[in-house]
């Protein structure tokens, strides 16, 4: 229940307000409780009690239509009137408090009517009937799902089972998990009285699960502050010692932030390019970071500079003048406007250095893009409304972000959560999820892509591609090269994943070690569940024999003859390091006995024969086309591979004399086939036919060093 929060006005932790934005001075909850009871409520007056939410609101939607807010306010006073907050101020303060900060961040006029109305049905006689009665389904499915979410926080045995709940009921609407972290940041700011071991179970909750939620649905207004009180309660000594940083700093006689937005703003007024330039300083948990990262801090650290523009091109515009204007420090130089990041955020990064050595980090975005860079999915209005926000209809349709209601992540959550087999699969799951603070982007061939954690491997992009049809990935081009499943992507990668053919394709027990994504370990933990007795690899070489391998220098008469020696009675052998055929270009050594053997000119062997000086011998090929080559197949480990193989390589008449599989690696499989063609002309035909088999990416001929 929400009325754990206590008296704002008892002494606690200090924590500073969002002073990189421009807010309304604190509200007095006490005053606004009195005109609560008092204010009047006279059907088609706002009453005086919610005027600075209908300001707040009317900043963001000016042609807004208040009645729904009064006739929910309405509403929740009368439901509340009685009830008392810890503080001793009417209960009635609190959904006000919540709403109000719904409102500021931009909340469309649905989302405050539920927030308005959030502890209705959990602690008074109203019913989600009535609701819907008074203010239709959309409200009261957002009042049920807030109302699902109030013991969230307090029982340890049914922690795993409300989250999942919460998060089923946040997927279908993001705005349930907005009131939720709103309704959060309230109560955390009044939250010092509390006996100390409940503040700190409180502020754990919230860090382990309400920050990062709030992080990925890209509410970072609301993030950091939560951030910072969690910091006071947690980590008192050096939230002291913070904040004792940030004081100290504030007393500087020069500022060289200033100093530098200052000379930005002249850049750009010299280019003419419309800008506004901001100081926005470091809340205190990043000031923390900051200096544990780099020591000793200097003034350009505790703040970073916003440069705010008009159009997208403006942004890049900035971007250029800086560099050339000034000194750019090119390594903290990021894109996530081309490349948004998974919760929606779009801005340029970049950093300056003044002669002194200080570095000025700078974000340049739009004005739009700023809005959904401090609100997330609450600065996106109401994703159901028939017309789309520019910002909406501008996303790139590519699976991660087409639907404004699901982020890239909270849409693949949702996928997982469903195939999860038991709660605490799904509770331990969520938990590493959300230690994951950072994500990458890699894209996919077709121009779409795919939200990962930062450490993901191949493994997890197939199962965040194709779902459990992954089973049947067999391998992965990354950035056009081959790569095993584990390959670790990075930021930027492009990824290609080789899907095989074969219906009986299943996953390796190995992949388990690879996967970091809920989605990948569930899927493959299921099927692995379901087939006790498959998806063993072998341990040992596979070897076909079909004839006695021949000695490596050896050579069928035919395919001696095919040489013609520029040397009397001279004995022709080719070469097993490279298997020359016609048509190679090749050259001749001789060797004890009066032996030549025949290379390839490009063989590794040549350059290392003639660095010794030895002699070469003129040889070329005869009027035989008939050949002996060794050909190495590079393939992923699947049922049937060998079989579909050698069947495509007597389709070539071919005849294998002998072929070797050694043991895979990381689902990779070298096959070594020694074979004889009746004409070498049929032996680009024959390596086309190995390569189109599912599973084999690569064949060559056998070079041995």
């Known amino acids: 229940m929400s009325a754990e929060a206590t008296n704002p006005a008892t002494p606690g932790p200090v924590v500073p307000t969002a002073a990189r934005r421009k807010a309304r001075p604190r509200i007095d909850l006490r005053r606004l409780g009195r005109a609560a009871l008092l204010g009047n409520a006279a059907r088609g007056k706002l009453p005086d009690a919610i005027g600075h939410v209908a300001e707040a609101h009317r900043a963001h939607y000016p042609d807004a239509d208040l009645e729904p807010l009064r006739r929910a306010y309405v509403l929740a006073e009368s439901s509340h009137r009685g009830q008392m907050r810890k503080s001793g101020e009417p209960y009635i303060t609190h959904p006000l408090a919540v709403t109000l900060i719904l409102a500021e961040l931009g909340a469309e006029t649905t989302t405050l009517t539920a927030s308005l109305l959030h502890d209705t049905v959990e602690d008074t006689d109203v019913t989600l009937d009535q609701v819907r009665e ?23 045995a049914a922690e795993p089972e409300t989250f999942r709940k919460m998060l089923v009921a946040t997927g279908s609407d993001v705005r349930v998990m907005s009131i939720k972290l709103a309704d959060r940041l309230h109560n955390m700011r009044t939250l010092g009285v509390m006996r100390p071991e409940k503040q700190e179970r409180i502020a754990k909750v919230t860090r382990d699960v309400l920050i990062p939620l709030a992080e990925r649905l890209g509410v970072q207004a609301l993030k950091t502050e939560l951030e910072d009180l969690v910091f006071a309660i947690l980590h008192p000594e050096e939230y002291t010692r913070t904040r004792d940083l940030i004081a100290e700093n504030a007393a500087r006689a020069d500022d060289p932030l200033a100093e530098i937005s200052d000379e930005v703003r002249g850049v750009l007024r010299e280019a003419d390019i419309p800008a506004e330039v901001l100081i926005r300083p470091r809340h205190f948990v990043s000031v923390h970071r900051v200096s544990r990262k780099r020591g000793e801090l200097r003034g350009a650290d505790f703040g970073r500079l916003l440069v705010l523009v008009n159009e997208d091109a403006d942004c890049y515009a900035v971007l250029g003048e800086l560099h050339t204007c000034l000194t750019p420090v090119v390594s903290e130089f990021k894109d996530f406007i081309a490349v948004p990041k998974f919760n929606l955020y779009q801005s340029l990064h970049t950093a300056v250095a003044r002669a002194d050595g200080q570095v000025a980090e700078v974000l340049i975005r739009t ?53 999860a087999p038991d709660t605490d699969t799904f509770w331990s799951t969520l938990r590493e999820d959300l230690a994951q603070d950072r994500e990458i982007t890699v894209f996919r061939p077709d121009g779409g892509t795919l939200g990962l954690p930062e450490g993901a491997t191949c493994v997890d992009a197939a199962y965040a591609q194709y779902g459990e049809d992954a089973h049947a990935c067999i391998g992965a081009r990354v950035n056009g090269r081959l790569a095993t499943l584990s390959t670790v992507l990075k930021d930027g990668d492009t990824v290609q994943l080789l899907m095989g053919q074969d219906p009986a394709s299943e996953p390796s027990r190995e992949w388990l070690e690879h996967a970091h994504t809920p989605a990948a370990r569930i899927a493959i933990q299921r099927w692995l569940a379901t087939h006790p007795d498959s998806a063993e690899e072998p341990h040992a070489p596979v070897t076909v024999p079909t004839r006695p391998v021949p000695e490596p220098q050896a050579v069928t008469p035919r395919t001696a003859s095919a040489v013609v020696v520029d040397r009397p009675d001279a004995t022709v052998r080719l070469a097993g390091c490279c298997t020359p055929v016609p048509p190679d270009e090749v050259t001749g050594f001789a060797v004890r006995g009066g032996v030549v053997t025949v290379h390839r000119v490009a063989c590794a062997s040549v350059a290392h024969m003639k660095g010794t000086g030895r002699p070469e011998t003129v040889v070329s090929w005869g009027d035989s086309t008939a050949c002996r080559v060794t050909l190495v197949a590079e393939s992923f480990g699947r049922p049937h591979l060998l079989a579909d193989l050698t069947e495509a390589m007597a389709q070539e008449g071919a005849e294998i004399v002998s072929a070797t599989v050694e043991p895979p690696t990381q689902q990779r499989v070298r096959h070594t086939y020694t074979v004889e063609l009746p004409d070498a002309a049929h032996l680009p035909a024959l390596m086309r036919a190995m390569r189109n088999v599912a599973g084999v990416y690569d064949v060559d001929r056998a070079q041995h060093q």
């Open 134 to 156: 008074q203010f239709g389904e959309e409200v009261r499915y957002l009042v049920d799902g807030v109302t699902k979410l109030e013991k969230v926080d307090y029982g340890a």
């Open 367 to 419: 004005h739009q893009m700023h809005k959904v860079a401090e609100a997330g999915v609450v600065a996106l209005g109401n994703p159901y409304a028939p017309a789309a926000d520019a910002a909406v209809s501008d996303a790139p349709a590519d699976g991660e972000r087409a639907d404004p209601t699901r982020p890239g992540w909270l849409s693949r959550l949702l996928d997982w959560q469903k195939a």
